[in-house]
Structures are given as C-alpha cells and as structure tokens.
C-alpha cells in the first residue's frame, strides 16, 4: 500500500513539476514529500523530468522565431559590410536556404498535423451522434487529408 501512495505521489509531483512553474520547495509541500525526495525524483532517470519540461516550452511558433531572428541577424551582418560588400559568402547563403527549407517544412508538417487533428475531432464527434454520417464524411476526410498531403508535399 505505501508503494502505491508513494508511486501516486511521485506520480503528481512529476505533473506538477512538468506543467507549472512551481518550485520544487512548493511540489514537496503540495504532494506531502521532503525536499530531499522531490530533489531525487527531479534528478531520476538521467533527468527525465528536466527534459520533459523542457520540451513542452518549446513550441513551433519558438522555433520558428528564432529562426527568423537567425536570419535577421544574419542579414544585418550582411548590411553592415562596406558598400560594395553587402552580399552574403556561400557559407551564409547556405546557412539562409537551410533555416528557410526548415521554417517551410515545419509549417508545411504542423499544418497537415492540424488538419489531421480537426478531422479525427469531428469523426469522433459524428460517431457519437451519427455513426452513418461520421461514415460518410471519414471517406471525404480521408481523400481530403491524402489531396492536402500531395499539395504539402509539392
């Protein structure tokens, strides 16, 4: 039985810990655990926590803004040259084509992904109410999703 409150508890700590900004001071006190044992959980695992947390801050729209502030920076590298200078190195050309074939491949990708999502949604609301329709309308959702992946795909 302790086993089971202790994996229960390790079980919300690690909830906490990935989905709020909480200390882990704040975590032990929430979960009724010591300092000490919140601080092994968090270090567990070659720090799975850490990584996991981390992950879930780092969005699309992040990614995608760093990459175009790499590029801006890039670009007043590239105005700051003398006159008669101002023109990117093969290097740097590579570098731009390369940050932009990753920013149109992930927006390419999180699109498709959203349309898939949205679809799966309403197939699962019609089934509830519906399972004919939710039928019909999977057909015309599945030709839908393979005609957008062509597009997406060039």
Known sequence: ??????????????????DTDLSQGEIAG????S????SNWVNDDNQA???TKSAKSITKDKVIASWYRQLDELNK????????????????????VKIAASID???RSYNFAMYHQAIDELTDFLT????????IVSKY???????KSRKLNG
Not at 35 to 38: A, E, G, L, V
Not at 128 to 135: K, N
Not at 141 to 147: C, G, H, I, S, T
Request: glycine letters at 2%; hydrophobic letters at 40%.
């Open 30 to 33: 929430i979960v009724g655990v």
């Open 77 to 96: 590298s590239i105005a700051n040259r003398e006159v008669d200078k101002r023109y990117p190195t093969p290097a740097e050309t590579d570098q731009m």
């Open 128 to 135: 509830m109410r519906d399972q004919q329709a939710a039928a």
């Open 1 to 18: 039985m302790k086993k089971r409150i202790s994996a229960e508890k390790r079980h919300r700590a690690r909830e906490l810990y990935v």
């Open 35 to 38: 300092p000490k044992t919140m």
């Open 141 to 147: 959702a599945l030709d839908f999703l393979k005609a």
């Open 49 to 51: 926590w850490k990584r």
């Open 105 to 107: 491949k992930l927006e």
